[in-house]
């Protein structure tokens, strides 16, 4: 009996030692680095920081709980960075913080931006949303806009093997083309790697005897490089944007090229899309004889992707198609007009194409296939796995904004969101 007293009043001794450690266990794991942020204190905050992220999320959205705990980490891992960068989050869904989140354009959640110079310059957050991605973009990010390569080495790692990376090979760090560069390099440093050089012959591709100054384009498909000598700021973002287009963009479950597949899917031209099974046989043939086509179509206003069935189930129930109509060739111009050709062999591409330029090619109208599915878009949409959905008043009325992963890749991390409107027409995508 005695040993039985001692025993229960040694466990109370026991919890009140423990006690006190507990609750500053969980005290310490409740501290946010990430900083709250609202109507009253926004405008001040940022104006105080060079260099300060913000999230604008909702408490309900799926994507932005998914993110939370990353964006946490990562903000306790670069609150020791030196200097110090704060990342912040804003509550949008709030009432009183909603004319803050129209100031900053937020059409969905999470919108993330990167706010420099006391927020006189934003950016839109292109990075990764898993801890160690978002520490190393940010990071990036924070530091000048474009680095220095001083070896080969430092050549190879950054150029890396599947991004694009543009490199100025100057004879010297001054004059106006170098700050054209630099303006330019500040312009895009969210959606490019910038780097400078005095010596070509570090670079790994591309004549090494110029000495400048030229822009070399670095480019993991295609003709691999190009180079510039255009120094006007706008002529070098034009030539920016359209070498760092593949001719054909590929998608499959390659992460890195998701990039390339939000690129395709926000420029202004007419998609043409062409499913296919990437491993059945005759798929080359088909492959290379589209991308003939491609090339011959680029400069006259369409788009091309090829897309493995496999990663393609999202845009399948998006556009209503069947797997067993591959390989089957999409075109959707942006007002939804759609052109369809299924099961075809590679030497229907040229002539259907052709057609199809020519103005020969009805296009879907409701009683046929693909628009039955479109008669019916909620459905549609909840098939490709809708996320969240977004009420935004506007002058007009309502808009509705849904955010839809289109492709899953293999891990659902890597999807594609894009906002529909009201017409479930495709507005806009993100990584
Ligand atoms: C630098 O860019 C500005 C603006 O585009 C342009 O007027 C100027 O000619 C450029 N300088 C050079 C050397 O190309
Ligand atoms: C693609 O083709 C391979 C090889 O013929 C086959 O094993 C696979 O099931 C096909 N996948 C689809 C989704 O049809």
């Known amino acids: 009996m005695a040993g039985t007293v001692s025993t229960c009043f040694f466990f ?39 260099f300060i992220v913000v999230e604008f999320y909702a408490p309900w959205c799926g994507h932005c709980k998914k993110l939370a705990p990353e964006y946490e980490k990562a903000a306790s891992i670069l609150s020791s960075h030196d200097p110090p960068i704060v990342l912040a989050k804003v509550d949008a869904n709030e009432e009183k913080n909603k004319d803050l989140a129209s100031q900053y354009d937020v059409k969905g959640f999470p919108t993330i931006n990167i706010l420099r110079n006391g927020g006189k310059n934003v950016q839109e957050y292109k990075g990764p949303r898993e801890a160690d991605g978002i520490v190393d973009y940010l990071k990036k990010q924070s530091g000048p806009a474009s680095t220095e390569i001083k070896s080969a080495d430092e050549a190879t790692a950054f150029i890396g093997e599947n991004k694009v990376a ?29 780097g400078h050089t005095l010596n070509a012959k570090l670079l790994p591709r591309g004549e090494s005897s110029v000495s400048g100054p030229v822009v070399r384009l670095f480019k993991p498909f295609d003709e691999l490089f190009v180079d510039f000598q255009d120094f006007n700021v706008e002529a070098l973002e ?54 003939e ?21 999202g845009a399948f129930q998006y556009f209503g198609l069947k797997e067993e109509q ?18 075809l ?17 009805a296009p879907f109208v409701k009683s046929e296939p ?36 289109l492709f899953h890749g293999y891990q659902m991390d890597f999807g594609i969101h894009c906002a529909l409107n009201k017409k479930y027409h495709i507005i806009g995508c993100k990584l």
């Open 166 to 194: 543009i490199v100025g090979v100057f004879p010297k760090f001054s004059g106006e083309e170098f700050d054209n560069f630099s303006a330019l390099a500040e312009k895009l440093r969210s959606d490019y790697d910038f």
């Open 238 to 291: 034009k030539f920016v944007e359209e070498s760092s287009t593949p001719v054909v963009t590929v998608f499959n479950n390659e992460p890195s090229n998701h990039p390339f597949v939000v690129k395709f899917f926000n420029s202004p031209n007419a998609k043409a899309m062409l499913f296919i099974n990437f491993t059945a046989e005759g798929a080359e043939a088909i492959k290379s004889k589209y991308r």
């Open 293 to 313: 086509a491609a090339e011959q179509y680029k400069q006259q206003g369409v788009s091309f992707l090829v897309g493995d069935v496999e990663s393609s189930q």
């Open 345 to 361: 062999e590679a030497d229907h591409i040229p002539t259907w194409l052709k057609a199809y330029k020519d103005g020969n090619v």
């Open 326 to 343: 591959v390989p089957l060739i999409i075109i959707q111009h942006n007002d939804g007009k759609k052109f369809f050709k299924p099961n």
């Open 12 to 50: 109370v001794f026991l919890l009140s030692l423990l006690l006190p450690f507990q609750i500053s266990a969980e005290e310490s794991s409740e501290k946010e680095f990430v900083l709250t942020l609202d109507h009253s204190n926004f405008h001040d905050t940022v104006s105080k920081h060079d």
């Open 370 to 405: 693909i628009p039955e599915t479109n008669d019916e878009p909620v459905k549609v949409v909840v098939g490709a796995s809708l996320e969240d959905i977004v009420f935004k008043s506007g002058k007009n009325g309502m808009y509705f904004f849904f955010y839809l992963v």
